[in-house]
């Protein structure tokens, strides 16, 4: 039922950029994307409804493919900022709500 | 000023001792929620509620209690029965919809001694 990021942790270099996947076995409505940063509490950065679309602020963007129940973000030329860890949180058609595994993203100068 | 607020940020218990988190919201959300987080761990879901007087367990119930009186609070006592009770304790609120986003409140830090 927990959804599955991928990858479990990744490493970059500042201005370097990375994807983190969000894979259901479930059918889902909306999809979620959160940053935590240490000690803190989860912050919501966007959320895709089911319609396949795409959207962005800034360098960080996400996609919804509700056909393959995946959702990807993408964050280009990082800043130390975006370290942290990423959550997928998903809103299943079952109306059902689960947060992701997580992806630990540390930025280095 | 909207939002979700916990108290307090840290709390020290002894071994043995019941103890009460409070989350309150003024966002008018229908939902409130009660997550517990290890260190480098994932959420892990203790209970929830979507509408007053009523609430269900999630994945890791035992240990734990809580009450929904009120729409604004969602208050979460861990008891003596809870084996490990040392995490981050977060609270979270969503407006209607189990697939509205939700939001966070800035977390409870509990330590046994």
């Known amino acids: 039922q927990q959804p599955v990021q991928s990858p479990q942790a990744v490493i970059l270099r500042e201005g370097e950029d990375a994807v983190i996947n969000c894979s259901s076995s479930?059918?889902?409505?909306?999809v979620h994307w959160y940053r935590q940063k240490h000690g803190e509490a989860p912050v919501f950065l966007m959320i895709?409804?089911?319609?396949?679309e795409q959207k962005g602020h800034d360098k960080i963007s996400a996609s919804f493919n509700e056909k393959k129940q995946q959702s990807s973000l993408y964050l280009t030329a990082s800043q130390l900022s975006y370290s942290g860890t990423y959550f997928c949180?998903?809103?299943?058609?079952?109306?059902?709500?689960?947060f992701g595994t997580g992806t630990s993203l540390t930025v280095i100068p | 000023d909207g939002g979700i607020t916990q108290s307090p940020k840290y709390l020290f218990r002894k071994e043995g001792q019941n103890v009460t988190l409070s989350c309150e919201q003024n966002l008018n959300h229908d939902a409130m929620y009660w997550y517990r987080q290890d260190p480098g761990q994932g959420l892990r879901l203790i209970y929830y509620?979507?509408?007053?007087?009523?609430?269900q367990k999630g994945d890791i119930a035992e240990g734990y209690s809580v009450s929904r009186e009120k729409k604004e609070s969602f208050p979460l006592t861990v008891t003596s029965a809870q084996k490990n009770p040392t995490a981050f304790y977060l609270c979270a609120t969503q407006q209607g919809f189990p697939t509205d986003t939700q939001y966070f409140g800035p977390g409870t830090r509990l330590t046994v001694l």
């Open positions: 479930k059918a889902l409505y909306s």
């Open positions: 895709l409804l089911k319609g396949g």
């Open positions: 509620s979507q509408i007053v007087n009523d609430f």
């Open positions: 949180g998903t809103g299943t058609l079952g109306n059902q709500f689960y």
